[in-house]
């Protein structure tokens, strides 16, 4: 089976491959694809979300092996700007150690990388979370307090909750540790690409921890923060992040805004 996705925009244009956070689907990304109709843009849905909830299982790698057949399949020059969040971004990374050669640039953001060694111990204290917030995680109360927490707009709870019921528990498991245990892969450090490592400013501090190693990593990587703005800033500000977005690919200045960090940034 192969990936639901999507395609709009300019077909003969430059390809822009926009992928999206754990849990969630291709829907949060419907701003960005306004923005950007002299694009071809593809919106793919992850293995085992939304409408690519039968491709299993997931893994980083696979998903990642799935979004370069795309690209080469369906961008005009075998090539993409690829733009992810949380899960996306990690997905760009794998694609960026892997086969750099489909990429054009990367802007990615809200990048978790693994902080603490993956234990017995820690383990067991995730599947005890999860075997509670599997009994719960369709409830509109949890489904709201989650939209509040990452500011996303009351009008898109039909989406957030079809995104969520959508993923199963096996799913579930297999999705958030390949997240939270997600590390660096070999090989990045020869994507001699240009990379952007964002983050809003309210996003968790392992976060921001991660672009620090984010940037040593990469070679021709920059990282910048989003100043009030929280994990998912595309649809908290999404003129902003268009605007980001543009200047990036044009290589051209940055609203005043965006702050770029340096090396004591990141603690």
């Avoid at 992850?46 to 980083?60: D, I, R, Y």
């Avoid at 990379?195 to 501090?205: F, S």
């Avoid at 100043?227 to 902003?240: A, C, D, F, Q």
Wanted: with cysteine.
């Amino acid at each position: 089976m192969n990936l639901y996705y999507q395609e709009n925009g300019a077909r003969n244009g430059e390809t822009m491959v926009f992928l999206h956070a754990g849990g969630l689907a291709g829907w949060i990304w419907e701003e960005q694809v306004k923005a950007f109709p002299d694009y071809h843009c593809l919106v793919p849905d992850l293995p085992e979300h939304g409408k690519s909830a039968g491709v299993k299982p997931f893994t980083l790698e696979d998903a990642a092996s799935r979004v370069v057949d795309l690209v080469r399949e369906r961008a005009p020059d075998g090539k993409a700007h690829l733009v992810g969040l949380a899960l996306g971004a990690q997905v760009i990374i794998q694609i960026l150690a892997t086969a750099p050669e489909v990429v054009r640039n990367a802007l990615i953001t809200g990048t978790l990388l693994q902080s603490t060694p993956h234990t017995e111990s820690l383990q067991e204290l995730l599947d005890y979370t999860l075997t509670d917030y599997k009994v719960v995680k369709d409830s509109r109360f949890l489904i709201k307090a989650n939209m509040r927490m990452y500011n996303i707009s009351k009008s898109h709870f039909d989406q957030f909750q079809e995104s969520t019921r959508r993923i199963k528990a096996d799913s579930m498991d297999r999705i958030l540790q390949a997240n939270l245990f997600f590390t660096l892969p070999p090989g990045l450090e020869k994507a001699d690409i240009p990379v952007r490592v964002m983050m809003g400013e309210k996003d968790y501090k392992v976060i921001k921890e991660s672009a620090g190693e984010l940037i040593r990593a990469i070679p021709q990587s920059e990282a910048y923060l989003v100043p009030k703005r929280g994990h998912m800033w595309n649809m908290e500000s999404p003129e902003l992040f268009n605007q980001v977005l543009r200047s990036f690919i044009n290589k051209e200045e940055l609203p005043p805004a965006i702050k770029r960090m340096d090396e004591g940034s990141f603690h």
